[in-house]
């Protein structure tokens, strides 16, 4: 397991979820990243998280296409993206 | 630009026309390291995502996508700057150095020493002479059935008195109070068996949260995130009922981990999964146990060795009622005489002893499964195999479990 203070490491596993599009697990491990990185309380990681699941549920109940979902969990790995470059800690 | 990093360029360009998935990965680790900032490695990384993500893409977009990657090869190698790579690294190393101060946490949450526990209706008796269990770390207990696994996890958590001996709770209880009623709050126990939940999931979690004094906005956010972090936002309206056997210990994880445990002790929770969703419960217990932020110890029973021990901090063992404490797991094996290996085979046991015999002393026993080879420091696996497909024997599976805590369940055979 990566050490959880090995913050280079943990940023490339979950980029490495994106680029493989195992966006689950991508949302998930940042979830753990931006509580453990991030030194204000709020809800950036949740919020993605919760539109994620709320795209797959859309995509289920076919209220979107495969194809809008496709476009809408690409804005979701880019906000996973930015939550990683976002994060600054001295 | 440097001719190098021309041709660099140039070469990562011909494999992305070949094989852009291969020429992506190229790419995103060339942008790594002559990148004058972090975007373009997103951008390469998305481009990745949408490759990954679609199967059945339209050819035209896929071709635009690899012109893309082409695009951002040439655009890594002309705005290569040696001062902005350097001073990017040098930023990236301070946050390195920052992050590293943040030392996971590691108190002493239990200590138990010399504990018993007695039945007057039965010969049964328990015994720990000592266990610590520490924030941030995952201690396994395996053992065969009804050697006093479920005992000890109830003890532990306090739904059973101890007939001798200590526990104590340094972390959860600093002056040793032992008020079982304060301790309990900061304890989460998931029996094997999962009591049925009534009506709507989120709502059980709240009133949970609640019940351990999370209120109000405290109590959205811890809920909300509990169901986020376990991934289950797409079952909260549906009843336990229509849950998978997944899924329910998902929720029971979600009931426990919502009142914010620093002792998490779970029994048996992978009994009833497939072995993938064994893998990611796990998982997700590892991460949340080792949280930087807010650590958790687990102590977890389970019958599936391999995989709690490639999870877990120490192992314990129990036999008979008497708890043996391995220590890190990593040390397991460490001080053994023997090697001793797992095979399985189609062959019959009595062929497979026979051609054995052209091996340094070794001693091979069947436990109706797979058979098992104990042999000597000196004898690898590497050779093992070796004699065993010389010999043209069929292999199914082959497991050197030398330093695994399987050892423990054969040593009458040693």
Not at chain 2, 155 to 164: E, F, M, R, T, V
Not at chain 2, 275 to 297: E, G, H, N
Request: glycine share 6%.
């Amino acid at each position: 397991m990566i050490a959880p203070n090995n913050i280079l490491e943990r940023k490339s596993e979950i980029k490495h979820f994106v680029a493989t599009a195992k966006l689950e697990e991508a949302v998930r491990r940042c979830i753990d990243f931006y509580r453990d990185f991030n030194n204000q309380d709020d809800d950036a990681a949740i919020l993605v998280s919760t539109t994620y699941y709320l795209i797959l549920i859309e995509e289920k109940s076919g209220l979107i296409t495969s194809e809008q979902a496709l476009v809408r969990k690409q804005q979701i790995a880019a906000r996973i993206l930015n939550i990683l470059k976002e994060i600054q800690i001295n | 630009m440097s001719i190098n990093l021309q041709n660099r360029a140039n070469s990562i360009k011909g494999v992305i026309w070949e094989n852009p998935m291969r020429g992506a990965e190229l790419l995103s680790d060339f942008a790594e390291r002559y990148g004058a900032d972090t975007d373009v490695g997103d951008e390469i990384l998305l481009i990745q995502f949408e490759l990954n993500a679609s199967s059945d893409q339209d050819p035209a977009h896929q071709k635009k996508l690899v012109q893309k990657l082409v695009e951002l090869t040439d655009q890594v190698a002309e705005r290569y700057d040696q001062e902005k790579v350097a001073a990017r690294l040098q930023l990236e190393q301070e946050m390195i150095e920052a992050a590293k101060k943040r030392k996971l946490e590691n108190g002493l949450v239990l200590a138990a020493e010399g504990i018993e526990k007695k039945y007057r209706s039965s010969r049964f008796h328990l015994f720990a002479e000592k266990l610590e269990l520490r924030l941030g770390e995952i201690t396994g207990l395996v053992g065969e059935n009804a050697t006093g696994k479920t005992t000890l996890l109830r003890i532990l958590a306090g739904d059973l008195a101890l007939s001798k001996g200590q526990v104590r709770f340094p972390l959860l209880d600093p002056q040793n109070k032992l008020d079982w009623g304060d301790i309990k709050m900061k304890i989460a126990f998931v029996p094997q068996e999962l009591p049925a939940w009534e009506g709507p999931l989120v709502e059980a979690l709240r009133f949970e949260a609640s019940r351990h004094g999370i209120l109000g906005e405290a109590n959205r956010r811890t809920v909300d995130y509990i169901i986020q972090r376990l991934g289950l936002a797409l079952h909260t309206e549906k009843a336990w009922a229509e849950l998978s056997g997944g899924y329910k210990l998902r929720f029971a994880l979600a009931k426990a981990l919502v009142s914010k445990p620093q002792l998490l002790i779970l029994d048996e929770p992978l009994a009833f999964l497939d072995i993938k969703t064994q893998m990611v419960v796990l998982m997700d217990i590892q991460a949340l146990a080792k949280s930087l932020r807010d650590p958790i110890s687990v102590l977890i029973s389970s019958q599936h060795l391999h995989e709690v021990e490639s999870v877990a901090d120490q192992m314990l063992f129990m036999r008979d009622g008497h708890l043996e404490n391995l220590g890190p797991t990593e040390d397991i094996g460490q001080d053994r005489r023997y090697n001793l290996f797992e095979v399985g085979t189609p062959l019959s046991f009595k062929k497979f002893e026979k051609i054995l015999q052209d091996l340094e002393y070794s001693r091979a026993w069947d436990n109706g499964v797979d058979y098992y080879v104990a042999t000597p420091l000196s004898v690898d696996a590497d050779q093992i195999l070796q004699l065993l497909l010389a010999k043209g024997i069929e292999i199914r599976h082959f497991r050197d479990i030398s330093t695994s805590v399987k050892t423990k369940f054969y040593e009458n055979f040693l």
